[in-house]
């Protein structure tokens, strides 16, 4: 009663988002309610940004059902909404995961952006923190329908820091307002329409602006991908660390993506929606292209410690305390003979340096132990 009481005071609309009441100020958004409540009841969102604005809308993976819209018209709204996009009334029902044509609509939505999506995550620098590989795992269905070829597109170079791979980008428009609102001079954009729709800049230019580089840290697939850091390793064989300098340009507060004392590439630090968190100052935590690509050596940072990563992440397998190794069980199963030596890897990889044998030296590779890139 007493509770009522104050949200009355303050204004406050209530919301119920399956089956779990929150109040919220009016003017929120049913996502950002959801976000409130958290974990499962939160639909996905893949193109709207928190820290952009006008993004949203434009994806459809947060659709969500409004059962009834409001205390003072109770109606349910006859279509599925994009909950990025519509903002709550008090009395208002929403149902998400409780919802069978939610869950329909959202197996649809991920089986379309899935259509002309090439299914590279074995090559793909994005694998293991892509927000496509977890909404396909979490929500798509196992196969395709689609028999038809899929778009090509002619490669375009955008500079020395970032790799385009247009047939996995997802037109979420994200890194058109992130050029949009971080830097005073955008170069590329969205080119043409339909089935014809691509992120280029129009005539072949570099996107060489100081805070360019967090196109990548908003691109939620593999179309934007950091060149210092392609094909480097994987996000899982890594440690992340928060570390920050002092920057003239930017909050200088990163994270480190370490193996051994090999900083290996260093992004803005993420919450826990994988946007861009808040400095300690409490400003969105983008970060400049120099702390970005030029400051790799660990003696350019302040290590503060290891990132906490959520468990579910295949990024935090193997690491930190408490990590069980499974038993040993070829012995086993061979009867006790030694297994065969199939391949020697050595010998046929194209990317290790074959007179260095990766099991025989001391501590965890570094690049030097892998041939230098193909430029
Ligand atoms: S390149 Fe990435 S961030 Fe840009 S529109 Fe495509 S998917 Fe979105
Ligand atoms: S996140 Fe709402 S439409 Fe994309």
Known sequence: MAEEKKAEE????????????????????????????????????????????????KCRTCLVEVAAGSTADPRPMPKLVASCRTTVMDGM????????????????????????????????????????????????????????????FTPHNLGEYIQLHMTRCILCYRCVYTANQLTNKREHGILDRGDHAEIATYIEKALDNEFIGNVIDVCPVGALTDKTFRFKNRVWFTKPMDAHRDCPTCSGQVQLWMRGDEVYRVTARKDEWGEVKDTTEGKPGWICNDCRFHKKSVKDWVIEGPTQVNRHSVISQGHYVNTVTPKETLPEVMGGRAPKLLMNIHKVSDVNRPEIQLSKIEGPAHSDDFKPPTP
């Open 93 to 152: 029902i929403v149902k998400n995961i409780t919802s069978e044509r939610v869950l329909e609509a959202r197996a649809g939505v991920v089986e379309l952006l899935l259509i002309n999506h090439p299914l590279d995550c074995p090559i793909c620098d994005q694998a293991g923190e892509c927000h496509l590989q977890d909404l396909s795992y979490e929500h798509g269905k196992e196969g395709t329908r689609y028999e038809f070829k899929r778009r090509t």
């Open 10 to 57: 303050k204004k406050l609309f209530k919301v119920t988002i399956d089956n779990i009441t929150v109040d919220v100020e009016p003017g929120t958004t049913i996502l950002h309610a959801a976000r409130m409540v958290g974990g499962d009841v939160t639909p996905p969102a893949m193109c709207y940004y928190s820290k952009l604005k006008g993004s949203g809308g």
